[in-house]
């Protein structure tokens, strides 16, 4: 069955940096377009960024552009999602992603961003 592990999260001061990391099992990872959202309290779950399968052409939420990137390891089934530059609005639990005719999600990585 579809698996999606979400790790790397913690607590950062405002500036610093975190590399989420995304473990996918039970299907084929180099077929399939990966991405992060993210849900802060009380807010809806929102779209971060992307990553496509072949060409790795990555697509970010305006919020996050130029500060986050996007990459996978096809060769490891991971999708990591650099995040540098952090904002206390950056505080929210991140969420890994794939469409398999159904929308597939892990658990989780809190991220929180505060002085």
């Known amino acids: 069955q579809v698996q999606l592990v979400e790790s790397g999260g913690g607590l950062v001061h405002p500036g610093g940096s975190l590399r989420l990391s995304c473990a996918a099992s039970?299907?084929?990872?180099?077929?399939?377009?990966m991405s992060w959202y993210r849900q802060a309290p009380g807010k809806e779950r929102e779209y971060v960024a992307r990553?496509?399968?072949?060409?790795?052409?990555?697509n970010y939420a305006n919020s996050v552009k130029g500060r986050f990137t996007i990459s996978r390891d096809n060769a490891k089934n991971t999708v990591y999602l650099q995040m540098n530059s952090l904002k206390p609005e950056d505080t929210a639990v991140y969420y890994c992603?794939?469409?398999?005719?159904?929308?597939?999600w892990g658990q989780g990585t809190q991220v929180t961003v505060s002085s």
């Open positions: 990553i496509t399968n072949t060409v790795y052409s990555t």
């Open positions: 992603n794939v469409v398999i005719g159904y929308s597939y």
């Open positions: 039970g299907f084929t990872f180099s077929s399939y377009v």
